[in-house]
């Protein structure tokens, strides 16, 4: 009776255990619902990110063009300056040798003079001087114009530049609202999930529990068997550091000719590998995370065209390249990306920013190598070890 007893007590409490397991799965399944609704909105707010810091980088960019050409700008109006310099001192020599001698005046020379020679001499001579005088006045005028030239068009960058300063505070100002923004949506999502999945796993524990109670009171005592778990294996791959980054040493060479010499496309620990298993799911990684800094840039590996740059779920700011005969490099978790499809790339050329888009926690770059679309290890390819 006692055991009946114990029995019925055990079944209620495992009913209650399954209304609750039930109401937490469909609480589960509204927030995933909810987070699917979510993703699509982190879309939008990962692809906002992505176009506001594609518009830095150009900022950037332009602002190295405007110092470059403020140097040329510089070094051109000093070398006219000097130019100016040395055509006053001339023409100061001239004005002053022309008043030591006592200039008596053109005019009056030619009457004075009773020899035709000594007067034909004398016209040569002042027409020489005056066409060397005239022409150094010339050149000095023209200089003078660019100097003024060198000047306006030295105002012109340097407003351009305090405008592209502007505009960079102004982006910086909305990245960084964005970044708050997309942190918000993924905490709040991430952290209910979690703490609903942990609540189900603790409930599902205590119901095989309860069920493992109630058929052994429903029989005779016996002994349990403990079921042997299997241990996941605590070792850990070594971390990988990479310093090295592609270059246009192999543009132009045919990718199958590559194995062994490629570079990875961005400096960083490499912390995931192929084939590795992954943490969260349990299956094996199919390429290499490497974990950099946000912001440093990411080059393609070699020679191909851009076949995808945009949003893709999982994978967030996402570029592909083809490099023909059937290998396409895979670029994820981008923070922006910097070309378009239909471009030509080089080994070398900057394609995207490191990011954490995608839902990824870490920053880092998520890339792949694959051969008629089945991946194959990057490490294998490149000259790192």
Known sequence: ALAATKADSAKENLNAVHEKIDQLKRELSGTQKAQEDATDQ??????????TNRSLYEISVQQKKNYTKLQELKAQSDTVESQVDLQRKMLGQQIYQQY?????????????SENPSVVARNIQYYSYVAKARAKNIYQMQGNLKKIEAYSLETASKLKEIASLKQKEEIKRAELESQKKDRAKLIASLSSKINQQRNEIQKLMRDEKRLTDLVDRLARLPSTPIPSKRE???????????NESIPTE????????????????????????????PREDTGLSWKG????????????????????FADWLRGFGNLIIVDHGEGYMSLYGNNQSTLKKTGEIVRG??????????GGNESNGLYFELRKLSKPFDPLAWTAIK
């Open 42 to 51: 982190l879309k939008k707010s990962e692809k906002q990110i992505s176009d």
């Open 100 to 112: 030591l001698h006592g200039d008596p005046g053109y005019l009056q020379m030619i009457i004075q």
């Open 231 to 241: 241990e996941k294996s605590s070792t850990k791959t070594p971390v990988l550091s």
């Open 249 to 276: 040493t192999f543009s132009g060479q045919k990718f199958e000719s590559l194995r062994g010499k490629l570079s990875l496309p961005v400096k960083g620990d490499v912390i995931n590998r192929f084939g590795s």
């Open 288 to 307: 290499l995370f490497i974990k950099s800094n946000e912001g440093n840039e990411v080059k393609s590996i070699a020679t191909g065209r851009v076949v």
């Open 348 to 357: 070398g050329d900057v394609i995207a920013l490191v990011g954490n888009t």
